[in-house]
Nanobody
Framework: QVQLVESGGGLVQAGGSLRLSCAAS????????MGWFRQAPGKEREFVAG??????QYADSVKGRFTISRDNAKNTMYLQMNSLKPGDTGVYYC??????????????????WGQGTQVTVSS
């Protein structure tokens, strides 16, 4: 039973920082490509960042501000979010699929999803 659990969300002021964590269980973590997606009310789920053995990818809207990383020994993925903007507000989801390739930016490509953690950035 694969489970992904996000944590670290909260309310911050614009310009502030948060670090999200995604703890994985029930899978061989190092074999999986991992991604972060976010969804604001009334909007489609959008790709934020992805990481695998093949490298990392970032949405243009977060390049230079967000950093994705993973600790395979801890079965955990992180998203360091700096210089946060109100437009970053949304529910952030952790996702996984068994792949060593370039992390997909297409949400339906991922097999497993966490429950999400709320990030709210005030102006």
């Amino acid at each position: 039973q694969v489970q992904l659990v996000e944590s670290g969300g909260g309310l911050v002021q614009a310009g502030g920082s948060l670090r999200l964590s995604c703890a994985a269980s029930g899978l061989t973590f190092s074999r999986y490509a991992m991604g972060w997606f976010r969804q604001a009310p009334g909007k489609e789920r959008e790709f934020v960042a992805g990481i695998s053995w093949s490298g990392t990818q970032y949405a243009d809207s977060v390049k230079g501000r967000f950093t994705i990383s993973r600790d395979n020994a801890k079965n955990t993925m992180y998203l360091q979010m700096n210089s946060l903007k109100p437009g970053d507000t949304g529910v952030y989801y952790c996702a996984a699929l068994p792949s060593f390739g370039i992390p997909p930016t297409f949400a339906p490509a991922y097999d497993h999803w966490g429950q999400g953690t709320q990030v709210t950035v005030s102006s």
